[in-house]
């Protein structure tokens, strides 16, 4: 059984959305158990299930980009960690990466890397989308998967004035899936020394 924890933050449910995706996606991989954890829940080194995210196979982290960076839940998780990197607990552990803001950039990409450093920090050995842009092309559209193009790890984006009912939309969230179940088979792979 190949384990995936999903670590997120979220401020107005956008994100939270998006996490319960790649969850959904991440554990209908056949031999594959997927969970999530809210990042408020880790705050701390000395409480929360440090030891659920130590016994991971992979740990996919997400958060929503505020003012060009993570948000400060999930930073006051990331510095919480400390305790964890000393130990060399996530050493060799796939990672990988998720954010959402309302713009289509939004300086998302200076989310990711700074999970990625985060992760390379701990040992991690970070997996990105594997999905090719899905509009840039003339048969591209809005409504095509990896919309935003991202590769270093997923991007999703909800208007700021829409609740996470309906935001981000229907081929984000499907997006979402797919960038879960890729993790989970690169951790399968990881895991079998394939």
């Known amino acids: 059984m190949t384990n995936i924890a999903v670590v997120y933050h979220s401020g107005y449910g956008h994100t939270a959305v998006v996490a319960e995706h790649v969850t959904k996606g991440a554990g ?18 000395d409480a929360g299930p440090w030891a659920e995210l130590a016994a991971a196979n992979a740990i996919i982290f997400g958060a929503p980009t505020y003012m060009g960076s993570a948000s400060a839940g999930m930073k006051q998780f990331m510095d919480a960690s400390s305790k964890a990197w000393g130990e060399q607990a996530w050493k060799n552990k796939i990672a990988a990466g998720f954010t959402n803001s309302a713009s289509w950039s939004g300086d998302k990409l200076s989310t990711l890397s700074q999970l990625a450093v985060f992760a390379a920090q701990h040992g991690m050995v970070w997996i990105g989308t594997g999905m090719m842009p899905g509009y840039n092309t003339k048969a591209g559209s809005p409504d095509s998967i990896n919309r935003l193009g991202s590769t270093l790890g997923l991007m999703t984006q909800a208007n700021f004035d ?4 309906v935001a981000p939309p229907p081929q984000d969230r499907k997006t979402a899936e797919l960038f879960g179940a890729h993790i989970a088979e690169a951790a399968a792979r990881w895991t079998k020394g394939a």
Do not use: H, M, S, W
Request: no cysteine; aromatic share 4%.
């Open 28 to 45: 209908g991989v056949l031999g594959t158990a997927a969970r999530l954890y809210k990042a408020d829940d880790l705050a701390t080194p």
């Open 162 to 165: 829409e609740g996470a009912d």
